[in-house]
């Protein structure tokens, strides 16, 4: 049904996603509408901008289930909002932070970082219990102050049960911050469900937008609680009176965003989301559910080594895999040499597929990945 927003070149597969996604037409023309604009009469209609601006906290809300817009910020991508929430606590010597030993770079080095204030970081490991929440769980301790997990890891494709999760955390008073990133546009995502203080996805992967303008979610009780760290007019309660001298940070969320907004990002991601929401997340979500079983199905059938956890329940749009007896960086670089758009992560080749991808896409995909094998 919305086949014809993606206008891909016929020779390539599109299976990378959970990296860097394919923009929408109607992405596309968004963007050319706003450059033609500006090269017209500039800024002139900048109302209608904050317009979309507005329209996107809105988009954003819903995607996520927010209570209200105001606790939605834009920022620049998932490392800031994290940066945001780990420079905005009030740590002490002692305190505990509990993560995964499967985490992307940037939801670890930010809380390594807090290494010379006393806060140490507790990696866990994700096998060392027969379920990961359990693992997770096992290594709260009364110095722990947050726990800070993906939703969906980047490597594996594990989908964690934000759920449990949340509601331990809650109930041993943990904050609880989730990246989700590879979670926003694939799967349902429910911050109240999941009782999530903080929430940051960058748009550019499964919400088919550009890279730079990413959602941070503050739960309305941390607004005010936690501490900026960047200051700017953009962050101030009445932001557009530049002649007055006293000032205070925005109620809602945007107090931590300091200066002029990404409007070029902001016009493209609201293009992005109205495809995501026309289409409904969740029969997205089914439509690549469906796409991800094909994809498990074709591999296991040839003998493939699944990397990525097979049951429905813990898997989003991410299947990592290896092919005996081929080195993964070699079928990489031969798939990306053949016009397969994919990714090597966690020692594997990283497929990842969106709901409009079709199955011819992915028999092609995996037809040339076996070809590999044979060579
Ligand atoms: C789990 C996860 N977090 C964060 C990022 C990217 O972070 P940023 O938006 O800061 O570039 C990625 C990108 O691959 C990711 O997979």
Not at 84 to 98: F, K, M, N, Q, S
Not at 139 to 161: C, E, F, K, N
Not at 261 to 272: D, E, I, K, T
Not at 290 to 307: A, C, G, R
Request: aromatic share 8%; proline share 4%; hydrophobic share 40%.
């Amino acid at each position: 049904m919305f086949e014809h927003e993606f206008r891909l070149a016929a020779d390539i597969c599109y299976l990378n996603h959970a990296a860097v996604a394919p923009w929408p037409q109607r992405t596309v023309h968004a963007v050319q509408r706003f450059a033609e604009e500006n090269g017209r009469v500039g800024s002139q209609y900048y109302d209608h901008w904050l317009q979309t601006e507005q329209q996107l906290r809105e988009q954003l809300q819903q995607l996520i289930n927010a209570g209200s817009s105001d606790e939605i910020a834009l920022l620049k991508n998932t490392s800031e909002a994290l940066s945001v929430v780990a420079y905005g606590l009030d740590w002490c010597a002692g305190d505990e932070i509990v993560i995964s030993d499967q985490e992307f770079p940037s939801n670890r080095i930010v809380w390594e970082s807090l290494g010379p204030l006393g806060v140490r970081l507790v990696q866990v490991d994700m096998g060392s219990s027969s379920s990961p929440e359990q693992a997770l769980v096992a290594a709260i301790t009364p110095q722990t102050r947050l726990l800070s997990v993906s939703s969906v890891q980047y490597a594996s494709g594990l989908a964690l049960d934000l759920e449990v999760l949340g509601a331990e955390c809650r109930r041993r008073g943990v904050t609880f911050c989730v990246d989700a990133i590879q979670s926003i546009g694939v799967k349902p995502f429910d911050v109240q469900a999941c009782q999530a203080d903080f929430v940051m996805a960058d748009g550019h992967k499964w919400m088919l937008g550009p890279e730079g303008l990413a959602v941070f979610y503050c739960r309305r009780e941390w607004i005010p609680r936690l501490a900026l760290r960047q200051f700017g007019w953009h962050m101030v309660e009445v932001p557009g009176d530049y002649e007055r001298k006293d000032w205070q940070p925005a109620a809602s969320a945007r107090r931590f965003e300091c200066g002029s907004p990404n409007m070029l990002g902001v016009h493209a991601l609201h293009a992005s989301l109205s495809l995501l929401l026309e289409a409904g997340v969740d029969q997205v979500f089914k439509s690549v559910s469906s796409n991800v079983q094909y994809l498990i199905d074709l591999l296991i059938k040839h003998s493939v080594e699944i990397v990525s956890p097979i049951e429905p329940e813990r898997r989003a749009g991410i299947v990592t895999f290896r092919v005996p007896g081929v080195a993964s960086d070699t079928l990489f670089r031969d798939l990306r040499a053949q016009g397969v758009i994919c990714a090597l992560r966690g020692g594997g080749i990283r497929f990842s597929p969106h709901f409009y991808t079709s199955r011819t896409v992915l028999e092609r995909a995996v037809g040339l990945a076996l070809q590999v094998q044979e060579i």
